[in-house]
């Protein structure tokens, strides 16, 4: 859906899909008809819009056209396997896997410039723009790591750990002040980290220039996201010892969805994939961030419920992080 406004980009899908799975439907929800309609050779994995454009994933490619009637054609690009379909639309960047797996393509939307981020040696399980523009965060199929940087000059300015073991990140969100980054994944846990601040230095009279990040205070290496404390600060320790981590983390309800399909829900590859794909499983722990201080959990599936959370901060300086709401919105049929 475009924000608030009256078009919905409609993608057949489920048991008995009303239109095909290939094609893009845009649908104006005040004039009740389809007003734009886009067909592909291959499967929509995902579609993002704005005032000027429409961005469509496909499983190997990105296809940008112009927000009119009819639509044509402005750009496409090549990815790697992108069968989440993962794609990042600001005002003015778009951010999409490159073409080798593991790679972040960031293009700007006015001049068509394309930068390559080396982001994670493995393939990218999700990516998330910040509402500002600033900063891009990726995680991996390894789920163990996530990497924050800057659209400005693609450089990396924060590396945040999850955890040890290997996991299925299930969604990315940042706050709309862009200073706090949640995490769900197939471990059941919702993390909440602190991102960096970042400061633009303007080198012309355009106001372009590069950008310096600075932690802020709660994030900072003396704060609660020091896991190991002390034992971060002894040499020759592993890293996982100095990482930084999330400042708070909470359950959510992932429920036992049972797997659609045969075969393929039991590719490593595809295990846990939020996405509806032939073989497996409903989404769940999708993130929105209501504000900088409550967001909400949506899984979907039988049970699909949504959870509403809340981050404060205790008298004693601690931040924490609770749920004060749910609700099954299917009522668990």
């Not at 991102?195 to 609660?224: I, K, R």
Request: aromatic share 8%; proline share 5%.
């Amino acid at each position: 859906m475009l924000g608030r406004a009256n078009y919905i980009a409609l993608v057949g899908g489920g048991k008995q899909p009303k239109f095909p799975q290939n094609k893009l439907v845009l649908w104006d929800d005040a004039k009740q008809k389809a007003i734009i309609t886009l067909e592909f050779r291959s499967l929509v994995r995902r579609v993002r819009l704005s005032r000027t454009r429409i961005v469509v994933a496909l499983h190997n490619s990105i296809h940008v056209y112009a927000f009119s009637s009819p639509p044509h054609c402005l750009a496409a690009y090549e990815t790697a396997d992108n069968p989440l379909g993962l794609c990042c639309l600001g005002q003015r960047i778009l951010v999409f896997p490159g073409r080798t797996p593991g790679q972040v393509q960031l293009v700007e939307i006015e001049s068509g410039n394309v930068s390559i981020v080396p982001a994670h040696t493995s393939p990218l399980r999700a990516l998330e723009l910040s509402p500002d523009g600033e900063i891009v965060a990726t995680a991996s199929h390894n789920g163990t790591l996530i990497r924050i940087f800057s659209t400005r000059n693609c450089a990396r300015i924060a590396e945040l750990r999850r955890g040890v073991d290997q996991a299925a990140i299930f969604s990315l969100a940042i706050s709309p002040s862009s200073t706090l980054l949640a995490v769900t994944s197939d471990k059941s846990t919702l993390h909440i980290f602190d991102l960096p601040y970042l400061h633009h230095q303007s080198t012309d009279a355009g106001g372009s220039g590069a950008a310096t990040a600075n932690s802020t205070a709660s994030g900072s290496e003396e704060g609660s996201s020091q896991k190991w404390g002390m034992l971060g600060k002894i040499p020759m320790m592993p890293r996982v010892f100095s990482d930084v981590y999330s400042f708070t983390s909470a359950h959510f309800e992932i429920g036992d969805e049972p797997s659609r399909s045969t075969g393929r829900a039991n590719s490593p590859s595809l295990a846990g994939f939020t996405t509806d794909l032939p073989g497996g499983q409903p989404s769940k722990g999708i993130i929105g961030w209501l504000s900088d201080e409550r967001l909400v959990v949506i899984g979907s599936g039988h049970d699909g419920r949504w959870e509403r959370f809340v981050v404060g901060q205790a008298k004693d300086g601690r931040r924490y992080c609770v749920r004060d709401g749910w609700k099954r919105y299917l009522g668990g049929v």
